[in-house]
T-cell receptor, first 114, second 111 residues
């Protein structure tokens, strides 16, 4: 069972470069999320999507863009990477946003911006 | 003030010990509560939901005190494999049911 798959697993970028993180889920989930996790802080929501073709801002959206062209994929883009975006990024999905529907996480992307 | 606060630890305990973690949350409108487990450099995984009446899953017991806005997790008979970071997570009902994560409490169980 693949579940939630993130690519790439690791990446090093130079300041100002752009890149896209891909999240794919095979559970037919409606909701998808992108989080970042930094030392000493809880996961923080960057953007989320409640269905194909829809996206919305989370807690820390600045510097990121997202797209959900297909239900199974949720892309996170960094247009001009900054050192402050060095973090571990987690994608998650859930069937709906109901309280009894847990979020399933991918195994993360470790991103370093030099 | 953080919306969900946890003692970062680490809690260093011997195998077989009982250990308890606490968590406080600031928003009284919080609807649902969870404990997630995160192993080093891995993704968070749901450990258990926390119900108002308290609930138990094997060696793990979760308690909720809405009046004090306080959640706890008790682990009995600690195993080496319990070593991980435990994340307290609170859900606010809304357009997408927003999850707020605590920064986690690290547990290290030693022989």
């Amino acid at each position: 069972n693949a579940g939630v798959t993130q690519t790439p697993k690791f990446r090093v970028l130079k300041t100002g470069q752009s890149m896209t993180l891909l999240c794919a889920q095979d559970m037919n989930h409606e909701y998808m999320y992108w989080y970042r996790q930094d030392p000493g802080m809880g996961l923080r929501l960057i953007h989320y999507s409640v269905g194909e073709g829809t996206t919305a801002k989370g807690e820390v959206p600045d510097g990121y863009n997202v797209s959900r062209l297909k239900k199974q994929n949720f892309l996170l883009g960094l247009e001009s990477a900054a050192p402050s975006q060095t973090s571990v990024y987690f994608c998650a999905s859930s069937y709906r946003g109901n309280s009894n529907q847990p979020q399933h996480f991918g195994d993360g992307t470790r991103l370093s911006i030099l | 003030r953080k919306e969900v606060e946890q003692d970062p630890g680490p809690f260093n305990v011997p195998e077989g010990a009982t250990v308890a973690f606490n968590c406080t949350y600031s928003n009284s409108a919080s609807q649902s509560f969870f404990w997630y487990r995160q192993d080093c450099r891995k993704e968070p995984k749901l450990l258990m939901s926390v119900y108002s009446s308290g609930n138990e899953d094997g060696r793990f017991t979760a308690q909720l005190n809405r009046a004090s806005q306080y959640i706890s997790l008790l682990i009995r008979d600690s195993k080496l494999s319990d070593s991980a970071t435990y994340l307290c997570v609170v859900l606010f009902s809304g357009g997408y049911n927003k999850l707020i994560f605590g920064a986690g409490t690290r547990l290290a169980v030693h022989p």
